[in-house]
């Protein structure tokens, strides 16, 4: 990534690429610190969306800086939103998910000039030298979260799992794949069914995939869902299904129950993003590419898991972290 | 003329409000009650009513950028507004307006995209494209009106659901409208951006405050469908037809081509207010299911605020305009933001309901036979709609 | 004003079935009533009369608990009561026959009976009351037929078993003959007089139609402009005197007599002028035309001619495909099939404004419904068919002149007395007789060869009346085509020189005005041919 | 699997997918046939789902959340009927400005505050439950379910058999004949807006506290707009605007079980369905002849 210092003389280059804002973490200068989150999705949802802002809310707190966030942000007012939040002084913005990749052009805007700029990524958005990007490859952790569910459906001697997924959009069949791959590499021979429920946020309907699914016999089931993930999971525990997190970490949730959590969650990599922000250290112009298996985040936990197990998803993950499983090849191999 | 044909506009509306100090103190009561009952709500949620207020102004008035955002909104809800303007008078209720904006969208960007033209034609193209889509989705509810006399609100309505669909659809079928795919990238929901050419620019640039060529669309189209209505032969026939139907008729009016028409106009402006959220800077220029962001609904209350005059829908709009661009500012503030889709219900019902009371407690009082003005847009879902 | 009674005998009881004191309502600025006094004994019929807009109506709606009362007492049986809601009236035994049908047309008999009534609905318990009391009156109707399907006489009966079901002390009908045939309307009487000969309840009876009056009823209260101007027991007054005072002033004209359905004397030549044919055939010519309404023919082959210069009068009872005609020559209904010429060429009457640029002009049967629009300013109505005319030229052709449009208005607001406080006004605000002249003047400013006048009175007080047959005879005296379709026996004798008479969709047979008997032409609106009414009539003689 | 236990399942699932329609349409079916076209009933749907949600959460009785959810629905009649038979205000008019109006507090209210889970119990008929195919779908049910047992031929008898029913059809098909004849039309349509109000409150309610056991951001997603549908598919007859709402339920169900049995299918044509077949059915029977004469036209007397 080049560096280029186009929000002032006072920028300076950091170490990793990129330029570090002067004045970090009060870019601004206005004696104040406060963070503009955007989110496209519900902001209470229990889970993706709701880890991001409850991270940065957690981190800003026992800072003493102030978080504006905004929930349910159609990608079509992305960029208006972002606009009212420099409009608000804010010192950085943050975007929930790539979804809300369409703010961008406000950072190079007059009225955005003292901000930065945290956005997500998955390889979707053009670096800008006024942005920080963060992106993850979600084969990864997909790919991990099929292993570990592999792993359990392996003890327990099933062979059938099942993804719940709203709309049938690009990002979802590609999660749908890699989790499949993932599973296939522990039971070759594991059958997974995935439903499009049509909506994120339709309980109902989620429900009635998972009804269909247990009665097939499925016994392990992927709720990769948005406000419905509750209810379709706290259904799935009826069944005693193996059911997994979209994205945060909820081992110790009673109600519902998950077997897994799936952490890829963008709070988790924000919440790091803004240590370094407190710190005087994030650059902007610059990627963050978090690799499963090397950085904290992403990662795959199994909850109640055994020394085994939990050894052989180590492993697993540690050797996508060094390369030596190739998590796209896999994905083509089983994930169809 | 123009001021002439304004002057008159504003009469005929006072006259249906039956105008007067009782309702106009009725809608201020009304008004300062909706204020009153949203401050409460936002209180009693833990928010700062006075700071709320604050930032919806900041947020629609307080400096030039505000303007420009406020202006951004009030331009598509305008044309749809206008539209609707037109269909009512013919005595057609077409509530359909958001389908017809996502089908006027999806046009738009199907020639935005998919043709080599240069700059300045394809923008013309796509905005003109995106009317006659629009047009199109509603001739169908007005041929199936003509057909097999299908209720005209309730086609329009379903006829909405309808389009989203088939949006849902263009963009995540790659060989339709979906974003190519970069690398290994996964795609979006959503179209491509459209080429810079067919981008609407700003048409005045006055340092910080941008006036978007589609306000200017917009304004204009108000100001003609003004004057058309209140003085030309078609306005005059399409008055006629939406008071009386049976007695254009015996005038010589070909009603159901001229109601159909009406219709078919309210939507193609649905569809240009689709065009309009595409290639200006108020949303993202792609095609996306969002896209329509209720523009089509809020501007089918504009015109009922406005009564139907196209020229009173420009306040009108700059008002809905405030509230959007007022409530993405108030919601920055860490408000929700649905708090100002309850704001926006409450103002409308507060602005509708005191000039129909009103109306309706004098009439009482008179006990006179004045029917209520069939040209009251407010209470009488006219033949057409049934 | 005062009063004149004349008491007939005092035989009655003391106390009147009902008895309304000092009764006022006003809408606006209109005295509908005004201090009305009226009471009705039980045995008898009483005859309610007066010019449209009298007040009759008005005063039985507040008799019905349908308008509430400015002031006065309404005496039931001695007791002042208040009656607020139909309900009530019917609680205390007032029944109402409207003049416009209250039936719900999908809703079968029985149901249309119970309706308005309390309690549980049981089907077969109102079946076999509504056989009942069919039978006990003389009123045949299938209790489960659905009242879409019924002619407007079985509709009448339906009304009336409605109300002599509950068993009402008073039964009130308001002009129920208007859609009934003379035989129809006989029938009627005689239930009704049963209704109080055998069963001693009080009926009052509604009609501006005094030979109807003087037949049917035992006593008569005649109102004008809100007020009683006369009372009297029937047998002692004369048609001519009740015109009198229904009118305020002698009737002499002829027109105005037959507007108040006083009999022309016998044989009295017509004032009209004489068929003066045009050359070349006539001006109107319809054949076999034949419009049909849910599959069945309201017109069933229609033919008709009507010579320039003369006016032609269509005579019916109501409900015989006039309606139909009417909507067919403004162009809102399109034939099955037949042709209309005009001038000797054949129009098309599917095409929008076909008949208006062939030359055709017509005074609509209901005007506000298909002739104006009452939220339109007096001009617009004035010009809504000429649009052309009041254009601008060139460039500014789409727009409407308002120059022009207010210049053409101004003349024919002049040459046609239209009294309008301004031309802007929307024609709402204008009397009905005065929303009639708008709708004249736009019909002959286009310089029609024809003129078709459907009930061209109906609604118009006696001054309109006069000032519209003046007219009428004036175009036909110009040359133009007149026909006149109405269901007043005597509008039609005293205007035209030729009587069509149309029944069930059909023209039964044409006489001179000077062959038109009233029985006659009776027969002929039964259903009879000219021939076997000719014949019958011969061998009368 | 057995073809018996899949064609269960579906059943099953599309039993429960169609109760909240059915409860709504019997709602909205009586309302027009009263002459008021109610575009409100999402609004009402979706305000009971959250009053019905919340109350559940505070008083720890999902049935409580039930009754809670009918008397909201009922409240949003009440001010529908206010607005639209009182005020006289275009019905079309409220209905779209309540629509807007609960969706904004409802998904105002839920970010500002959160719920606990409650769902209604089930109802497992012994015997019965256990016949082969439609056992488990019809005997094994969150016990609102049976009330539609009891709604249905209720909404049918006071439509068909009761006097209030016949003065509903009176004032749908002819307001002006029904005022003379003492009938009070505006009351009787405020009156059927209560009863549709309750009703898409259950429907709503049942959703809520009985299908999914909590409350997210517009939940009812449309299906007050698809009940609007099956009552115009039914042509203005309860027994087909049901057949309608289990034709709709039925197509989500079969929608989101196919993947699982193997199969797949269209699924934006399968979220349209409703609406077209909607469409189709009055391009096909010209329902007009069926339509309520008066329906979505306001009454005033005097104004014929
Ligand atoms: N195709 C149409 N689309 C929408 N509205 C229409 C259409 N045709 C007529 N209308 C409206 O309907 C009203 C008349 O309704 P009606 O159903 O009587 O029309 P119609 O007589 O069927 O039309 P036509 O003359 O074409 O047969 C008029 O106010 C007119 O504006
Ligand atoms: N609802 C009303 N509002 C205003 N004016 C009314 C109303 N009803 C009646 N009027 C007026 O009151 C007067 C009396 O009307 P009413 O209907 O009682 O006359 P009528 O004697 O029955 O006439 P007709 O012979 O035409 O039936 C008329 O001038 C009429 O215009
Ligand atoms: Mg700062
Ligand atoms: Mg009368």
């Known amino acids: 990534p080049k560096a280029s210092a186009t929000t002032g003389t006072s920028a300076s280059a950091a170490a990793g690429g990129g330029t570090i804002l002067s004045g970090e973490p009060d870019v601004n200068g206005d004696g104040k610190v406060v963070i503009g989150v955007l989110s496209p999705g519900d902001i209470n949802d229990k889970g993706y969306y709701e880890s991001f802002v409850d991270e940065a809310d957690a981190f800003a707190k026992s800072k003493g800086w102030t978080v504006i966030k905004r929930g349910s942000v159609p990608a079509t007012s992305a960029l208006s939103a972002a606009r009212a939040l420099c409009q608000q002084k804010v010192d950085m913005i943050a975007l929930g998910a790539s979804e809300l990749s369409d703010a961008i052009p406000a950072s190079t805007e007059q009225l955005c000039a003292k901000t930065a700029w945290y956005v997500p990524s998955s390889a979707n958005v053009a670096q800008t030298p006024q942005i920080m990007l963060s992106s993850d490859n979600p084969n990864q952790s997909m790919l991990a979260a099929g292993y570990a569910t592999g792993l359990l459906m392996q003890a327990k001697g099933q062979t059938k799992a099942g993804f719940v997924t709203g709309q049938q959009a690009d990002f979802t069949i590609a999660a749908a794949k890699a989790w499949k791959a993932g599973i296939r590499e522990v039971l070759p021979k594991a059958q997974v069914v995935t439903t499009y429920a049509g909506d994120l946020n339709d309980s109902a309907k989620a429900k009635e995939a998972v009804q269909a699914q247990m009665s097939q016999g499925v016994k392990a089931m992927y709720p990769y869902l948005g406000g419905s993930t509750d209810a379709a999971t706290a259904l799935a525990n009826t069944g005693k299904l193996i059911t997994l997190t979209p994205g945060t970490d909820r081992c110790s949730s009673t109600s519902p129950t998950f077997d897994v959590s799936v952490l890829f969650s963008p709070g988790d990599y924000f919440a790091a993003a803004l240590k370094q922000f407190a710190a005087g250290k994030l650059a902007m112009g610059a990627e963050k590419v978090w690799q499963l298996g090397v950085d904290p985040y992403p990662t795959v936990k199994l909850c109640k898991g055994t020394a085994t197990e939990n050894k052989k998803l180590a492993a697993f993950m540690s050797s996508i972290g060094t390369k030596k499983i190739d998590p796209a090849a896999e994905v083509k191999r089983l994930g169809n | ?386 | 004003m005062d009063v004149e009674e004349r008491t007939a005998d005092p035989g009655h009881p003391p106390v009147p079935a009902l008895e309304l004191r000092g009764i006022s309502k006003s809408y606006g600025l209109v005295a509908a009533c005004d201090a009305v006094d009226l009471a009705v004994h039980r045995g008898e019929i009483h005859g309610l009369l007066g010019e449209n807009g009298a007040g009759k109506s008005t005063l039985m709606k507040i008799l019905l608990g349908l308008v509430q009362r400015d002031a006065g007492t309404i005496l039931h049986a001695g007791r002042a009561v208040d009656i607020r809601s139909p309900q009530q009236a019917v609680a205390l035994g007032l029944g109402m026959v409207h003049q416009h049908f209250s039936l719900i047309e999908p809703l079968t008999v029985w149901e249309n009976v119970v309706l308005g009534d309390t309690g549980k609905v049981d089907r077969t318990a109102a079946c076999r009351e509504v056989e009942e009391v069919a039978g006990r009156y003389g009123l045949p109707v299938d209790p489960m037929a659905r009242v879409d399907r019924l002619s407007a006489g079985e509709r009448q009966r339906v009304e009336l078993i409605k109300c002599l079901r509950r068993d009402p002390s008073v039964l009130v009908l308001d002009e129920p003959t208007s859609v009934l045939t003379q035989d129809e309307s006989a029938e009627l009487f005689k239930v009704l007089r049963r209704v109080v000969r055998t069963e001693n309840r009080a009926v009052v009876l509604i009609s501006h139609k005094l030979a109807e009056i003087t037949t049917a009823t035992d006593r008569l209260t005649v109102l004008r402009k809100g007020r009683v101007a006369f009372r009297s027991a029937t047998a002692e007054t004369t048609p001519q005197e009740l015109a009198r005072r229904m009118v305020g002033r002698d009737v002499s004209l002829q027109a105005e007599a037959a507007a108040l359905g006083l009999l022309p004397t016998a044989g009295s030549p017509s004032s009209s002028p004489g068929p003066r044919p045009g050359p070349g055939g006539p001006a109107l010519r319809l054949k076999g035309l034949v419009v049909r309404a849910d599959g069945v023919p309201v017109l069933d082959g229609l033919d008709l001619e009507v010579a320039a210069g003369e006016i032609t009068g269509l005579y019916g009872v109501e409900g015989n495909g006039q309606a139909a005609l009417g909507d067919l020559l403004s162009g809102l209904v399109v034939p099955a099939s037949g042709t209309v010429e005009i001038g000797g060429r054949t129009v098309d009457p599917a095409r929008p404004g076909a008949l208006h640029r062939a030359g055709l002009g017509i005074v609509p049967e209901d005007r506000h419904s298909s002739g104006v629009v009452l939220d339109m300013s007096v001009a617009e109505n004035l010009v809504l068919k000429s649009l052309n005319a009041v254009s601008g030229r060139g460039l500014r052709r789409v727009f409407v002149s308002r120059r022009k449009m207010h210049a053409a208005a101004r003349r024919l607001a002049e040459e046609f007395n239209i009294v309008t406080p301004s031309l802007d006004a929307p024609l709402r605000s204008l009397s009905g007789g005065n929303q009639q002249r708008v709708v004249l003047a736009r019909e002959l400013s286009a310089g029609p060869a024809v003129l078709v006048a459907a009930q061209p009175t109906h609604g118009l007080d006696v001054g309109a009346i006069e000032d519209m047959y003046q007219r009428l005879r004036d175009v036909a005296a110009n040359g133009v085509a007149v026909l006149l379709i109405s269901t007043e026996l005597e509008e039609v004798m005293a205007l035209a020189s030729r009587i069509a008479v149309i029944s069930s969709g059909r023209v039964n047979g044409v006489l001179s005005v000077a062959e038109a008997t009233a029985e006659r032409l009776g027969m002929l609106v039964g259903g009879m041919a000219k021939e076997s009414a000719m014949a019958k009539e011969s061998r009368v003689a | 699997m057995s073809a018996l236990d899949d064609i269960a399942t579906v059943l099953s699932s599309g039993v429960r997918l169609t109760a909240p329609l059915a409860f709504a349409a019997c709602g909205e079916y009586l309302a027009e046939r009263a002459g008021t076209l109610n575009i409100s009933v999402e609004a009402m749907m979706l305000g009971a789902a959250f009053s019905s949600v919340a109350v559940a959460s505070g008083t720890g009785s999902a049935t409580a959340g039930l009754l809670a959810g009918v008397v909201t629905g009922l409240l949003i009649g009440v001010v529908h009927a206010a607005l639209s038979h009182r005020a006289e205000i275009n019905t079309f008019v409220v209905g779209l400005v309540l629509n807007a109006l609960v969706l904004g507090l409802t998904s105002y209210l839920i970010t500002t505050s959160t719920f606990d889970s409650h769902q209604v119990t089930q109802l497992s008929v012994p015997v019965l439950r256990d016949i082969p195919a439609i056992g488990r779908p019809l005997f094994v049910e969150r016990w609102p379910v049976y009330l539609l047992l009891l709604i249905v031929p209720l909404t049918w008898w006071l439509v068909e058999r009761s006097r209030w029913g016949l003065e509903l059809r009176a004032v749908g098909e002819a307001p002006q004949a029904a005022d003379v004849t003492g009938i009070r039309v505006n009351v009787r349509r405020r009156q059927a807006l209560l009863w549709c109000g309750a009703l898409a409150g259950l429907g709503g309610a049942y959703l809520a506290v009985g299908e999914v056991g909590s409350f997210n951001q517009n939940m009812t997603a449309g299906r007050g707009y698809i009940v609007i549908a099956a009552v115009i598919f039914g042509a203005w007859r309860l027994g087909r605007t049901l057949v309608g709402c289990l034709l709709f339920g039925l197509a989500d169900a079969m929608r989101l079980a196919l993947p699982a049995l193997g199969m797949t299918a269209n699924s934006q044509l399968l979220i349209v369905a409703p609406y077209l077949l909607a469409l189709l059915a009055m391009l096909l029977f010209s329902a007009k002849h069926r339509e309520p004469k008066a329906l979505g036209q306001p009454f005033e007397r005097g104004s014929t």
């Open chain 2, 1 to 386: 003329m123009n001021v002439r044909a304004a002057l008159s506009s504003v009469s005929v509306w006072s006259g249906s409000v039956r105008s007067g100090w009782p309702a106009v103190a009725a809608t201020t009561a009304a008004v300062v009650a909706a204020l009153g009952l949203s401050s409460l709500l936002i209180a009693v949620t833990g928010g700062s009513p006075t700071a709320s207020v604050r930032a919806l102004y900041q947020g629609s008035m307080a400096g030039q950028t505000a303007w420009t955002t406020t202006l951004l909104y009030a331009a598509p809800l305008l044309l749809v507004a206008v539209g609707s303007c037109v269909s009512s008078r013919a005595g057609v209720f077409n509530i359909g307006q958001e389908g017809q904006v996502l089908v006027g969208a999806l046009a738009g960007a199907w020639v935005a995209l998919r043709l080599a033209v240069p700059g300045p034609v394809l923008l013309v193209l796509t905005l003109v494209t995106a009317g006659l889509a629009g047009g199109a989705w509603a001739a169908l509810s007005s041929l199936m009106h003509r057909w097999r006399d299908v209720n005209v609100v309730v086609s329009t309505l379903l006829m909405t659901f309808i389009a989203a669909q088939l949006v849902a659809y263009a963009v995540n079928t790659p060989w339709l409208l979906q974003e190519s795919r970069v690398g290994n990238a996964t795609v979006s929901s959503a179209s491509n951006q459209i080429p810079a050419g067919a981008l609407l620019g700003s048409a005045g640039s006055y340092p910080g405050l941008q006036v978007n060529g589609g306000v200017f669309v917009a304004v204009i189209a108000a100001v003609v469908l003004a004057l058309a209505l209140a003085r030309s032969r078609w306005g005059f026939r399409l008055k006629m037809l939406g008071l009386n139907p049976r007695t254009a008729q015996h005038a010589g009016v070909r009603t159901g081509a001229l109601g159909g028409a009406a219709l078919a106009v309210s939507g193609a402006f649905a569809g240009l207010a689709g065009a309009v959220l595409l290639t200006s800077p108020v949303g993202t220029n792609r095609l996306e299911p969002g896209i329509s962001d209720n523009i089509g609904w809020d501007g089918l209350l504009v015109a009922l605020v406005a009564r139907n005059q196209p020229l009173l829908a420009i306040p009108v709009a700059l008002l809905f305009g405030v509230l959007r661009s007022g409530g993405s500012f108030l919601a920055a503030t860490g408000v929700p933001s649905f708090l100002v889709d309850v704001v926006k219900s409450l103002l409308v019902l507060a602005f509708v309901a005191p000039p129909v009371i009103v109306g309706m407690v004098r009439r009482r009082r008179a006990g006179a036979l004045t029917a209520p003005a069939a040209s009251d847009p407010l209470r009488v879902p006219q033949e057409a709609t049934v």
